[in-house]
């Protein structure tokens, strides 16, 4: 069984154990508290409960040891809280209630010590409770807080069960009361216990503490200083893109946007290798949207990143700013706002950058796609044109080689398929893929913010293009061949290895979950990385030149294409399979897997990393990756809110 499975089926089981010995108890405490002769039917149910009880714990005992061969992140908490808190108590049902359900005196005779048969049962059923709620508060890794708060829970329900047992009856107010103040502890204890490690803004007071370097001063060289001598002095390329509020139309009515230049996607940016890139942002957007330009997947000097509380602050309405870059790596990017992303990208605000080699291509034909959901709606945009909601159609020479460049500007993964030709990935994330071997029939998983470049020659008869159950673009109709079915390539595995770095100067794992966490200073059911929520996910530090190993682990049952800003990382391996070696900048980590990847530390700044699916990221899933010794004069919150 798949990781992902076990996850959702231990999550089945949680619900399933303490429902049984809920009821277990519930059923018992009501055949003790019936006259003896209905009351021995009843404790035989209760005892047949207990039975199945036990069976459907013994199940979640096996399921968590299988999950336990993925890694111990998947179990840790369970192993060491959830499961003794049900198993241990099951025992003493097993051994002290089970027996005395089943062997009631007959006749009028009392129940020996109702205390006795009902106590391990009640105990059990709080324990299965608690580790339904220790799988919500409770991550990787396990702190002191969380565990406490877990103890606490069931501590506070064992004293309350003994007492209510017992001879003398507290009024019901007291221990409810007592039981709610308890649990708030709990939640405080769980909650806040693991304290924030180290300030996300390892700059914000830099400039006294520690000499540092200030994002500010790491940006793309101006016109004038850039290249060497005369003579090689870069072409330079300059755009001014508007940021203003548009209308969509699509065939299925119009839609609300927000756009660069009045179109969405905006304007492509389509520059030569070599070139210097100046692009001014003009905000005239309405209702005092700020916007900033992120360049997604191409690693400019960190100044230029266009996130707002890192590297610049928002650009308000009427502002400007101004973006410089060298465009040294060829390949297909895509830029978007960085402002309240989380809503901007999906109403609109991005476009596609190409960076053409200095060499050209083989491919004579040579296009972009964008695919973007507006709403509901599903669309493709062709060279940047407006987008098409129906089947979008493309005329190609046949015999001639062709590039589609497919970029997924939506929050989610697509599934595409090309049928009628045999296809290469021949880039993935704007890298050349070494080795690319044809694809027939073959579909592709292509994660949030991610691109790939397929190539293929025009043959005499129609190509299509599918995305998810949808043909989204149709080459040389009008007869439209069957859509692609073939199985979906790893990526992981495509291409000519390579060989993987030699040594690793630092070892990071991220374990990503959805549980309570603290944010906004409050807690809240939270996309977290190891437990934490943004702001309060302790920032990794490295040193320019290290190689890092990142270990990526999806503890929770959501995808998360990963999003480090400012590098690609090189694929190392997927669930201990080891992989080609590709490097990627949104890597998508499904449910259950284990994704370990190699960063390169070649670009020193303060790089904010996140989850792709930009609603995670809103709900606390971002944190930066940060070099030693570079602060940041911005302040994030207020005005500048990335997500
Ligand atoms: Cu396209 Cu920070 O992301
Ligand atoms: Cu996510």
Known sequence: MTTARLIALDQILFVLVAAAWAATAGVALAGLRQPAADGR??????????????????????????????GWWFVAEKVTLALPLVVLPALASAVVSLPRLLRVPPGDAPVPSPRLVAFPLLITAYGAVTGVACGVVVS???????????????????????????PVRTPHHRWQTAGTGVLALAVALAVGGGRPGGAPHSGHDGGAAAPGLSVDLLRGPAASAAGGPAGARPRVRRFTLTAQPATVRLASGAVDA?????????????????DLVEVVLRNRMTDGQAVTIHWHGYDVPSGEDGVPGVTQDAVAPGQTHVYRFRAEDAGTYWYHSHQDSSVAVPRGLFGLLVVDPAVPLPESEDHLLALHTFGTRPTLSVDGAAPVDGLARLAL?????????????????????????????????????????????????????????????VPSGPVLLTAGDRPALLVNGPATPPAAAGAIVDITRYGAATAPPAR?????????????????????????VNGKAWPNIPAPVVRRGQTVRITVVNRGTDTHPMHPHGHHVRILSRNGVPATGLPMDTFDVAPGEVWEVALTADNPGMWMSHCHDLAHAAQGMEFHLAYEGITTPYEMGGRNRPA
């Not at 565990?147 to 069960?161: E, I, P, Q, T």
């Not at 927000?258 to 070599?274: A, E, I, M, T």
């Not at 500007?409 to 045999?422: I, M």
């Open 258 to 274: 927000w756009s660069f230049d009045g179109q969405v996607p905006g304007p492509v940016l389509r520059v030569r290798q070599g």
């Open 140 to 166: 990787y890794p396990v702190t002191a807080g969380g565990a406490a708060a877990v103890l606490a829970l069931f501590a506070a329900a064992a004293v309350v069960s003994w007492r209510l047992l017992g």
């Open 397 to 457: 020479p046949p015999g001639t080689r062709a590039r589609l460049r497919v970029v997924n500007t939506d929050t989610r993964p697509v599934v595409l398929g090309l049928a009628g030709a045999p296809y290469r990935i021949a880039a993935v994330d704007g890298g050349d893929v070494p080795g690319a071997t044809d694809l027939d029939g073959a579909r592709l998983h292509l994660a949030a913010g991610g691109r790939y470049d397929l190539t293929f020659t």
């Open 41 to 70: 039917r009843t404790l035989l149910i209760a005892a047949a409960l207990c039975a199945a009880a036990i069976v459907v714990t013994a199940l979640r005992v096996a399921v968590t040891l299988g999950l336990a061969r993925a």
């Open 504 to 528: 690793f100067d630092q070892e990071i794992t991220w374990v990503l979950d959805k549980t309570l966490a603290l944010a906004d200073g409050l807690p809240r059911l939270a996309q977290t």
